[in-house]
């Protein structure tokens, strides 16, 4: 019996009951979650390391790369990832344990309120995203990053730190900002998907 819940969430997840929905699985997990795994390494994955102050210390290093990243690109938009799968998952977790098939979704009320409601959360869950992220690394990566280190020594005061491949990533991020959009559109264009196709189902009963 559980391996049927198992299955029915498994089958849920990946086809949802809407041809948007499908296509944005599709979408979400492959190209957006290639394109973080992949090349956001590539990118992303030795900046710490090549992070420079002027002079060039290893604790003042640190010290300005902690506050020029408060939080590593990398695991930031990982958790936006997996929080944005919550609201779904949670949905079609209940419906594998109601043993509720994709078409009775669609055609039944209450299930179309959860529905709509789990893609509801998925929305206000990338618009947060997409605040978080212009607050954290906001739009553009400067080249210099202005770093105020009196509190590691006082001789340092403010001091220079170059940012490596400041326009690669300033790239990478405009792309990452253009997948949050993406997703939203998405998002809502299903909730229209899922209101047309209700309309639909009471004008032929």
Excluded at 18 to 23: D, N
């Amino acid at each position: 019996m559980s391996l049927n819940y198992i299955k029915n969430f498994y089958e849920g997840c990946l086809r949802p009951p809407t041809v948007i929905g499908q296509f944005h699985t599709l979408f979400f997990g492959s190209v957006r979650m290639f394109f973080l795994g992949v090349l956001g390494f590539a990118v992303y994955g030795n900046e710490a390391l090549h992070f420079s102050c002027d002079p060039d210390r290893r604790e003042l290093n640190l010290y300005c790369y902690n506050q020029f990243r408060p939080i590593t690109p990398q695991v930031f938009w990982a958790l936006q990832l997996v929080t944005v799968l919550v609201p779904g998952a949670v949905f079609h977790l209940y419906a594998a344990c109601k043993n509720i098939d994709q078409e009775e979704i669609l055609e039944r009320p209450l299930y179309t309120v959860f529905y709509i409601i789990s893609v509801l959360l998925r929305i206000i869950l990338e618009v947060i995203a997409f605040w978080l992220q212009s607050h954290l690394f906001g739009f553009q990566v400067h080249p210099l990053f202005m770093c105020d280190a009196s509190a590691l020594e006082k001789a340092f005061n403010v001091t220079k730190c170059m940012v490596p491949e400041h326009f690669e990533k300033t790239i990478f991020l405009s792309a990452m900002y253009t997948f949050t959009v993406i997703t939203i559109l998405l998002c809502i264009a299903e909730i229209f998907e899922i209101l047309c196709r209700r309309l639909g189902y009471l004008n032929n009963q």
